[in-house]
């Protein structure tokens, strides 16, 4: 079963718009982290925010996590084609140890 | 450093075949990672090695078995290949004993099962 899930499941924007998608999930996490796939490699870590954190930056990347939601966001600003990939929300439960469990993933499309 | 690199990029196997899928980082982490991604999915976890002589089963163990060789390498044998295993292979990396932190992925291996 997937801890995370992501929502919208597709995203198609032009460049320079804002880029926001959702994770939710279901049980206590020590920390939520957000990777990059573009197609046809592996996944790159963008961001990890702690539990006791409710938002973090890194560059045009804004994240903010709401524990009594249950849930995470993440907003890529004045998005660019490069940021072309699925983006991936990871949790990393209390009980589960050592291990992140992935959501299924938002596939964005930005278009020059 | 090359980071995490996996053996080999593409593979297409008969039903009933075995192989290895080998891994290795060069980053001296203690924790790896077996995952299968599946068209248009998310990462599942097959197996996990928390460090050096340990390994644990994840989300989809079944049909797979796991040697954490040394600290770098970490491999994934299907010892009968099934349809049903056809998917991408990622090997992950990371460097932490408690909670998890960042994982480094390798570029994947592509297996076709017929």
């Known amino acids: 079963s997937q801890q995370g899930e992501e929502d919208p499941q597709a995203l198609s924007i032009q460049e320079g718009e804002n880029a926001t998608m959702n994770c939710s999930y279901k049980?206590?996490?020590?920390?939520l982290q957000w990777y990059r796939q573009n197609s046809g490699r592996g996944l790159v870590h963008l961001i990890l925010i702690r539990s006791n954190e409710r938002e973090k930056h890194s560059g045009r990347l804004r994240v903010t996590l709401d524990t009594s939601k249950k849930s995470s966001s993440l907003l890529i600003t004045a998005s660019r084609a490069a940021d072309t990939a699925s983006y991936f929300c990871?949790?990393?439960?209390?009980?589960?140890?050592?291990?992140?469990?992935f959501g299924g993933g938002t596939r964005v499309l930005v278009k020059p | 450093n090359a980071g995490v690199t996996q053996t080999p990029k593409f593979q297409v196997l008969k039903t009933g075949q075995s192989m290895t899928l080998q891994c290795a980082q060069d980053?001296?982490?203690?924790?790896m990672y077996w995952y299968r991604q599946d068209p248009g999915m998310g990462l599942r976890l097959i197996y996990y090695?928390?460090?050096?002589?340990?390994?644990d089963k994840g989300e989809v163990p079944n049909g797979y078995n796991v040697s954490r060789l040394n600290k770098r390498e970490f491999s994934l044998r299907l010892e009968s290949a099934a349809p049903s295993q056809t998917s991408v292979y990622f090997c992950?990396?990371?460097?932490?004993?408690?909670?998890?932190?960042?994982?480094?992925f390798g570029p994947g291996t592509r297996l076709t099962v017929t």
């Open positions: 049980t206590s996490i020590n920390n």
């Open positions: 090695s928390a460090s050096e002589g340990t390994t």
């Open positions: 992950a990396s990371s460097n932490h004993r408690g909670p998890a932190y960042e994982q480094y």
């Open positions: 990871a949790t990393d439960e209390e009980a589960a140890g050592n291990k992140l469990t």
């Open positions: 980053m001296n982490h203690n924790s």
